[in-house]
């Protein structure tokens, strides 16, 4: 059985985490941010060793590890009951995030819509970031020369996936908006669904 899977799409900055942890709320709603899991990890592991040398520089963690660990988590999370398939739809954040790895989850998730928050301002994601590197205590969040590598990133590997899922499960909404706006253009899509 695959999994059902909503999608939360975007640069860096464009609010995935803020919806999807609210979204996760839900009941019947489970949110997984994939860089909260790389977060999680004991920096003196080998993956976590890993993250650091990869997103310190604003690249993305080699496929592989990643689609690894996002299957070890979400298994965990199945088997102490916190995600139950038959009845929870996945709220991904942060996967899959190129091409490779929307294939290689192509026989795991059923992906029902892809919520891609868009913003032309590169100007407004960049301060959003730094203001989160003071509040969260990102390390990527506060060198200004990573921020851009990231957007980089974003543009060349990340931005092709709404092309792999296509326009009919591809729902664009405006991230330059409140929270409480961006989250009703979600919901009102989510229950036509
Ligand atoms: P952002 O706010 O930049 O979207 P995330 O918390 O989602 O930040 O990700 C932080 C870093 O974790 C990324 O820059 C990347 O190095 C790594 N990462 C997260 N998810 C993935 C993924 N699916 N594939 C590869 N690397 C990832």
């Known amino acids: 059985m695959k999994l059902k899977a909503l999608l939360l799409f975007g640069a860096p ?11 996760g709320t839900i009941p019947h709603f489970f949110h997984f941010a994939c860089g909260d899991a790389f977060r999680n990890l004991r920096i003196d592991s080998d993956l976590g060793q890993t993250f650091i040398d990869f ?15 996002w299957r070890e988590n ?4 199945q088997q102490v009951g916190r995600f139950n398939p038959d009845q929870d739809t996945l709220i991904l954040d942060g996967i899959p995030r190129n091409p490779n790895q929307a294939r290689i989850l ?8 892809v919520f891609n928050l868009s913003c032309a301002d590169n100007n407004k994601l960049i ?4 203001r989160r590197a003071l509040r969260d205590n990102r390390l990527d969040d506060a060198n200004l020369e990573i921020i851009k590598d ?3 990133t974003y543009e060349r590997d990340t931005k ?14 405006d991230s330059t908006q409140t929270p409480i706006n961006v989250l009703r253009d979600i919901l009102r ?5």
């Open 74 to 77: 979400i298994k965990a999370h």
């Open 150 to 152: 990231r957007l980089e």
């Open 13 to 23: 900055g464009s609010g995935k985490g803020t919806q999807g942890k609210i979204l």
């Open 106 to 113: 192509s026989d795991t998730l059923d992906v029902r819509a």
């Open 127 to 130: 301060k959003r970031l730094q």
């Open 160 to 173: 092709p996936v709404l092309d792999y899922y296509g326009k009919d499960l591809v729902h664009t909404i």
């Open 189 to 193: 899509i989510i229950a036509k669904l």
């Open 55 to 69: 997103s310190s520089k604003g690249q993305l963690v080699p496929d592989e590890p990643t689609i690894r660990l």
